[in-house]
């Protein structure tokens, strides 16, 4: 199928590939973010408006699998979020990211639920994504979707004054569709 084409509805949104000229609205997703209280649980995002537009543009090219699938999120035409789906040994490891703004009304669970259903009729039968522990609404998000919590694992993203690594435990959470 021509990654053009590709394109789920639900009922309030449309998730499709992730285009070159979507990189503006990630870079305020991730502005959003990284002022976020949940910013320590990720790797700090550039957003530096060349290195955006560079990183978009190579999930753009990446293409629509069998490896990387990386969505769009939007709201009407807005882009509100991503989702991002990597083939590892097993199954396919998922990632998403949501501006604040639209925390709490559902679009996360929305919109992850219906790309699961695709992954699983492209013959995908096991996914696992990470979240910090303390980060609540993730967690929340993924157990309602059926991950299940199979591990933990120290994860650090930042140095502290000294330059020693500020370690947070790592939620390792499975679904199998």
């Not at 998730?15 to 502005?31: A, F, L």
């Not at 209280?37 to 978009?56: E, K, W």
């Not at 650090?156 to 000294?162: K, W």
Request: hydrophobic share 40%; aromatic share 12%; charged share 20%.
């Amino acid at each position: 199928m021509c990654q053009q084409e590709l394109r789920i509805h639900t009922d309030r949104l449309i998730m499709r590939p992730v285009q070159e000229g979507d990189w503006p609205d990630i870079q305020r997703i991730w502005e959003g973010v990284n002022a976020s209280p949940y910013a320590r649980f990720d790797r700090p995002h550039n957003t530096d408006s060349t290195d955006v537009q560079g990183r978009i543009a190579r999930w753009a090219a990446a293409g629509q699998g069998p490896d990387h699938f990386f969505f769009a999120v939007c709201l009407c035409k807005t882009v509100i979020g991503y989702i991002a789906f990597n083939r590892r040994p097993i199954g396919y490891e998922v990632g998403y990211c949501f501006d604040p703004a639209y925390h709490g009304k559902g679009y996360a669970s929305e919109s992850l639920s219906a790309l699961m259903r695709l992954m699983q009729n492209r013959g995908v039968r096991k996914l696992t994504a990470g979240t910090a522990g303390e980060n609540m609404p993730s967690v929340r998000l993924l157990t309602s979707l059926g991950f299940v919590l199979t591990g933990t694992e120290p994860v650090s993203f930042y140095a502290d004054e000294a330059g020693r690594p500020v370690f947070f435990e790592g939620g390792v959470f499975e679904a199998v569709l």
